[in-house]
């Protein structure tokens, strides 16, 4: 019988198990009840970047950015878009360098856009400049199968 997904609400940062006979696209929360996916990319912070990397059991696409940063926010749709693509499979997120700058440069963030792919809690994959959305799901597909 297959495992169930761990999924780490995008909301509240609760931990929710995912049965596989379960639509993970229509799943809620069973603490807030907000969707699990949305087709937006997560907002992570210092107090939640380390569970949502950690405890999600599908892999996680990191978007490093700053609001100052045009590139970065020339991405962003593409980045949502990428992200309405690849759910339920994929958990992108957004991680503020200016609002969590401890999280970055632990993680040796130097340029930003900078996305980075974490699967079981380590990094597989990282790319830095902006990217149009097919490039984005075209680079998680490549980096999945590695």
């Known amino acids: 019988m297959p495992a169930m997904t761990e999924i780490v609400c995008p909301a509240c940062a609760a931990v929710n198990r ?26 992570l912070d210092a107090g939640n970047f380390e569970k949502h990397i950690n405890r999600n059991t599908i892999p996680v696409v990191v978007d490093f950015w700053a609001d100052w940063c045009g590139p ?14 690849m759910e339920p499979h994929v958990r992108f997120a957004k991680l503020d360098t200016e609002a969590a700058p401890d999280q970055a440069a632990a993680l040796g963030i130097r340029s930003i856009p900078t996305m980075i792919l974490f699967r079981d809690g380590r990094e597989v994959a990282r790319q ?3 990217m149009p959305a097919g490039q984005i799901v075209q680079w998680v597909r490549e980096a999945s199968r590695a």
Not at 18 to 43: I, M, N, S, Y
Not at 72 to 85: D, G, I
């Open 18 to 43: 995912v049965p596989p006979h379960k639509a993970a696209g229509e799943a809620r929360c069973g603490k807030c009840r907000a969707p699990l996916f949305d087709g937006q990319p997560a907002t």
């Open 72 to 85: 970065c926010k020339m991405m962003a749709p593409e980045f949502r878009k990428a992200a309405e693509a």
């Open 128 to 130: 830095s400049g902006a």
